[in-house]
C-alpha cells in the first residue's frame, strides 16, 4: 500500500510540474505583448526592412533584390504535417504569376539533412522564383516572430505586410489569386 501511494504522489508531483511548464511556455507563446502587434504594425506600415539571406546553395541574397514583387516569407520545417500539406498549393501560386511572386521559404528545421530529404519529396521547391534559406540558428524566426508552423508574411509590391497567415491554408485558389493581382495593381 505504501509502494501504491508513494507513486501515486511521484507522479501527481511529476504532473503538477508538467502542467506548471506547459502553461508557462504555452502562455508566453499565445499572449501577443503589445511589442508584438507594434511590430506588426510598424511592418504595415513601413514595410519590411531588407535583409540579408544564403539559400541552400550558399548564395547571399536580400530581400530588396525583389522590390517590385510579391514576396511571400513562409517559416515552416521538414516536421511539420500543416506545412507539408500546403507546399503544393503554394508552388502552384508562385508559378501562376511568373516571376512576379517570389517565394522565400525559411526553414526551421534542425538540420540540412532534413531539409534535404524533404526536398527530395518536393522537387519543385528547386523551382524559379523559390528560395529555401535555411534558419539555422532561428535568427529569421525570432526578428519576425514566429509563433507556430507554417506561418507566413504576405508583402506587397512595396514589401509592407499586406497580410499575416498562422496556418495552413490553400494558397491557389481563386480568392488567393484574386488576393495577389490586386497587391500587383497597387504598383500600376
Not at 7 to 35: C, D, E, H, R
Not at 169 to 188: F, G, H, M, P, R
Request: glycine share 6%; net charge neutral.
Amino acid at each position: 500500500m505504501k509502494q501504491h501511494l508513494k507513486a501515486f504522489v511521484i507522479v501527481a508531483v511529476l504532473a503538477m510540474a508538467g502542467l506548471w511548464a506547459y502553461s508557462t511556455y504555452f502562455a508566453s507563446k499565445l499572449n501577443q505583448t503589445p511589442s508584438d502587434y507594434s511590430t506588426i504594425e510598424a511592418m504595415e506600415k513601413e514595410g519590411v526592412a531588407s535583409f540579408a539571406m544564403k539559400n541552400l546553395d550558399g548564395k547571399e541574397f536580400q530581400l530588396q533584390d525583389y522590390n517590385g514583387k510579391v514576396v511571400i516569407l513562409n517559416f515552416w520545417a521538414s516536421w511539420c504535417g500543416p506545412c507539408i500539406e500546403e507546399v503544393p498549393s503554394l508552388i502552384k501560386l508562385v508559378k501562376e504569376f511568373k516571376g512576379n511572386v517570389q517565394l522565400i521559404a525559411i526553414s526551421g528545421d534542425s538540420s540540412r539533412a532534413d531539409i534535404d530529404v524533404f526536398m527530395k519529396s518536393f522537387p519543385e521547391m528547386k523551382g524559379e522564383n523559390i528560395h529555401i534559406v535555411f534558419d539555422e540558428d532561428r535568427s529569421l524566426m525570432k526578428k519576425f516572430q514566429v509563433a507556430r508552423l507554417p506561418e507566413s508574411l504576405v508583402l506587397g509590391t512595396d514589401h509592407k505586410l499586406a497580410k499575416k497567415v498562422v496556418g495552413s491554408i490553400e494558397w491557389y485558389n481563386k480568392d488567393s489569386v484574386a488576393y495577389i493581382e490586386s497587391l500587383l495593381k497597387k504598383t500600376q
